[in-house]
């Protein structure tokens, strides 16, 4: 735990280094609030201790610019000051203070005081990146829906976009559930069965998908259907954006930090534009805990990058020439 304790008493920051050391815990402290602002706001700390009455700038605007930064706007923030008048508590309160106490100070009941606020403080910011979680989850899901709406309106009478779309929903519903059909699955196989998925696609638009199999021997814990569909839909999108007679690589590797990333380029794909393939293949790569990124390059070409975390991959290297094969799928 790192405290900061800003008081221009040197009796006081004396006193506070010594308690709060014991705690155990790193103590900072500084004689001013200009100086206390400039720490705060460039490093971390779990607990800022503020008198009110300090030169360069004093407690009440030292609070005010915390609470205006996004990287302080959560700081358990304990104001103490000589004051014992009520529009002081008032004013620290409506400043943005966390907890509040008078000198002098009981330093005893002042450390229990400190755990609380700072237990307190990790439960509440804990609660709200959970509430913002949830609000993003459900933002994209309605996104995707009002996506889905769209594709439904524009199909009209055609049963055969409209089958389509009732399979994305299904899709999406599965990425969503609470349980995924886990099992276990060679990575190169995964590759071969999603080009398979997709080459019937890249057949009409004289195009073909080709398979670079990796440096290592790789296998998934995962939900092989959901990870093949995702593969397969980012192979349509990449044909789709692709000029006739291009050609779509599937590849895999595992980086540094044992993350497995699949990628999907197009050479001749000069732009990525938001659809519903590429989104559903998002929903299904963050049900696994993982993320997807696109990326174009005009001249050079668009990926889509599939990562999965370490946890969901086993690897081990080949040797030999079989680490050098292309293969054409299908």
Request: glycine share 8%; hydrophobic share 45%; net charge negative.
């Amino acid at each position: 735990m790192r405290i900061l304790v800003a008081d221009d008493d040197p009796i006081q920051l004396e006193a506070a280094f010594a308690w709060l050391s014991c705690h155990p815990a790193e103590v900072v402290t500084t004689d001013n609030g200009s100086d206390a602002w400039d720490r705060l706001s460039r490093e971390d700390f779990d607990l800022a201790i503020i008198d009110i009455h300090m030169p360069k700038l004093d407690g009440f605007g030292l609070i005010h610019w915390l609470r205006q930064t996004p990287k302080t706007v959560d700081l358990p923030i304990i104001v103490v000051t000589s004051r014992h008048d009520g529009d002081a508590i008032e004013q620290a309160y409506a400043a943005g203070a966390t907890s509040f106490v008078t000198k002098p100070v009981n330093w005893q009941l002042f450390s229990h005081q400190v755990r609380f606020v700072v237990r307190n403080g990790l439960i509440e910011r804990e609660m709200r990146a959970a509430q913002l979680a949830n609000q993003i989850t459900e933002r994209e899901r309605y996104g995707v829906l009002s996506m889905i709406g769209d594709a439904l309106e524009g199909a009209g009478s055609d049963h055969k976009a409209i089958s389509s779309l009732a399979l994305d929903l299904k899709w999406l519903t599965r990425a969503h559930s609470q349980e995924l059909k886990t099992g276990v699955i060679d990575c190169d196989t995964l590759l071969h069965e999603a080009a398979a998925l997709a080459n019937p696609e890249a057949r009409k638009s004289g195009m073909k998908i080709i398979i670079r199999e990796s440096l290592e021997s790789i296998t998934l814990t995962c939900d092989p259907d959901l990870l093949r569909e995702a593969l397969n839909r980012l192979c349509g999108h990449l044909i789709q954006h692709s000029s006739v007679g291009g050609q779509i690589e599937l590849s895999a590797h595992i980086q540094d930090n044992g993350c497995l990333i699949i990628t999907a380029r197009g050479g001749s794909a000069q732009s990525l534009r938001p659809a519903l393939a590429p989104t559903l293949a998002q929903h299904i790569a963050a049900a696994h805990g993982g993320d997807l990124v696109l990326h174009a390059v005009p001249g050079e070409g668009a990926a889509t990058v599939l990562r999965l975390p370490a946890k969901l991959v086993h690897a081990q290297r080949r040797t030999g020439a079989e680490s050098l094969k292309i293969r054409r799928a299908g």
